[in-house]
Every structure is written in structure tokens, then in C-alpha cells.
């Protein structure tokens, strides 16, 4: 208990961890991580962690209740991965390494909230092997056993796992946990992020549309690809102020309008921004290049349905007023 608030949190006192795990998640909050208060070695090497307690129930409790719509269920997993990718998108990758339903939590508030950070460590990319072995037998993924380093698949693997023991009866979702958890690593999904957007595009009446903030560019707390971002939105309000085309006013509005509508579609299609153009064929394809192509070929076509309907306002209007 914190004297002074009278807050209550949770000490836990780990022989084995990794520090820079703690200190990395006690500096970078997130909605579905554990607010860490404090972490400290004592005397004899014991890391000692001060974090929020979490109320509700364990993801197994909520997961196999049978009256619980497939819909309101799937929205949990989906708030698993965005947590997830969270940590896989940390300047050095944090691995969860255990990441099962007893270790994640459905609070009372309905927020999804990963737990247990013992066994998770930053992925380090010149290492063939992880130096010690954690995780649950029929969850963790096969590597972690010793065959090589755990990755960000390795806790794919486990969304997998869950996946299928959720729903039994889904066919297109059992395909999609096969997949994900795969006995070679190269067979499954890549990243929290597709996954997702594998399940939103196979299943979209379920999916919620993602959150607009933080937008492209911010979301995986790079400073590159922040300065960059910052820059390239910039450079884009500019461009869009100081914007002269059409001498007569009414036009040159407009074509600002389609302007900034074509660079918010365009920055959605290609950054799955809000995941409302990740049902368009071949967005979230595995293949790059072939991603890339159809990303491109998708802007055209919306820049071209933008001006042609932007024009015919522009007649009817003209129209009118004659």
C-alpha cells in the first residue's frame, strides 16, 4: 500500500527476469499492460516490481463461456493482438514467451490486459537460441524448446492455440489458428498486426473499426519512423495550404477537399490506419510486392472516384446557380 494515496498495488519478487523488459514497460504505458509503479534489485539480486492489480477474469474463463456471442468474443482477441503488438513493436522487441489464458486477464471494465512478464525477454537478433527455456507445455511454440530463438511468432503460436480452443466450431477461424500456430515458424503469421487484419478481413461484420490515434507513423514508438512521419505530415499541410489550382475559388476549395480526402485514404490503405480498406483484395496479401502493387493500383482508383464525383458536384452546382 502506498502510505501516502493508500493505493493498493501488487510486489512481486522474480530469480528470474529480464530487467530491461520491466524498465522498458515501466516507462512506455499501455491500455493492456499492467501500470508498473516501481522496480528495484535488493541486496541479493531479486528484482522486486510494484504494478497495478487487475480484477476481472482469466482469458480461459472468458473464452470458453458457451453464452458469450462469437462477436464480443473475438473483440477480446483482437484487443489480445493491438496489446501484443504494442510489445513487439518496442524498440527491441518484447517476447512475452508465455503467453497463455491464465496469464492474460478480462477486467471488470471489459479491457483485455496481458500479465505476467517472468518469462518475456527483448529479442535479440544475432542470438541462434534463447539462453533459458520458459513457457507452458502445449502453448509455447516449438523453438522455445531449443530448436532457436523465440520471436514474435512464438507468441503467435499462442493466439493460435487460443484461437482454435475458442472456436471449435468456425472452420475459417480453425484455419487461420493452423496457421498462426504452425510447428515452423516460417509458416505463420509475421506479426500481431496480420494476424488481425487476417481475422478483420475474413470475419469483417466483427471487427471494430481501430482507433484514429495514434495515426501512421507514431504507432510503433520508433523515433525514425516518428521524425519521418512528422515530417511527411508536414510537409502534406502545407502542401495542402498553400494549394493553387483552379483560378475560381469554388474549384480550388474543392480540389483541396479531394486533396486531403485522397491523402487520408491513401495513408489508410497503406498503414492499415483504421482498417476499414483491409477487405479490399490482396491489402494485407504476404507477398510485398505484390501488397505494394494493389495498395498503388487501390489509391488511383479512389483518387479517380474523387474527382469524378467532385466534378459532378461541381456541374450540378454550376447548374443550379445558372
Known amino acids: 500500500m502506498n502510505e501516502m494515496t493508500g493505493d493498493i498495488r501488487m510486489m512481486k519478487r522474480l530469480e528470474h527476469y529480464d530487467e530491461n523488459v520491466y524498465t522498458y514497460l515501466a516507462s512506455h504505458k499501455d491500455k493492456h499492460i499492467p501500470a508498473i509503479v516501481g522496480v528495484w534489485k535488493d541486496t541479493n539480486g531479486i528484482l522486486i516490481v510494484i504494478e497495478e492489480i487487475v480484477q476481472g477474469n482469466t482469458f480461459d474463463v472468458v473464452i470458453n463461456d458457451q453464452t458469450m456471442p462469437d462477436k464480443k468474443k473475438l473483440q477480446y482477441f483482437f484487443d489480445l493482438l493491438e496489446g501484443l503488438e504494442f510489445l513487439h513493436n518496442a524498440p527491441r522487441p518484447i517476447i512475452h514467451r508465455d503467453l497463455k ?32 527455456f520458459f513457457g507452458t507445455d502445449g502453448v509455447a511454440a516449438p523453438e522455445q524448446y531449443g530448436f532457436m530463438q523465440s520471436d514474435c511468432r512464438s507468441d503467435i503460436y499462442a493466439v493460435g492455440k487460443m484461437l482454435a480452443s475458442a472456436f471449435p466450431n468456425d472452420s475459417r477461424i480453425q484455419k487461420i489458428a493452423a496457421k498462426a500456430s504452425s510447428f515452423d515458424p516460417a509458416n505463420r503469421y509475421t506479426s500481431a498486426r496480420e494476424l488481425a487484419d487476417v481475422l478483420g478481413r475474413r470475419l469483417s461484420p466483427n471487427m471494430k473499426i481501430k482507433p484514429l490515434f495514434p495515426p501512421p507513423g507514431y504507432r510503433s514508438r520508433k523515433i525514425w519512423k516518428i521524425i519521418l512521419a512528422t515530417l511527411f505530415y508536414l510537409y502534406m499541410f502545407l502542401t495542402v495550404i498553400d494549394f493553387h489550382g483552379s483560378e475560381d475559388p469554388l474549384y480550388n476549395n474543392a480540389e483541396r477537399i479531394v486533396l486531403v480526402l485522397l491523402i487520408l485514404i491513401g495513408l489508410d490503405i497503406c498503414n492499415s490506419w483504421t482498417g476499414i480498406f483491409d477487405v479490399l483484395p490482396f491489402v494485407t496479401h504476404r507477398n510485398f510486392f505484390k501488397r505494394s502493387l494493389f495498395k498503388f493500383l487501390f489509391v488511383l482508383a479512389a483518387a479517380f472516384v474523387l474527382l469524378a464525383i467532385t466534378s459532378l458536384i461541381l456541374v450540378i452546382i454550376q447548374h443550379m446557380a445558372a
Not at 491464465?102 to 505476467?116: P, R
Open 101 to 132: 489464458a491464465s496469464n492474460i486477464m478480462v477486467t471488470d471494465k471489459g479491457d483485455v490486459m496481458i500479465l505476467d512478464y517472468d518469462a518475456a525477454k527483448i529479442y535479440k537478433q544475432n542470438n541462434s537460441g534463447d539462453t533459458t
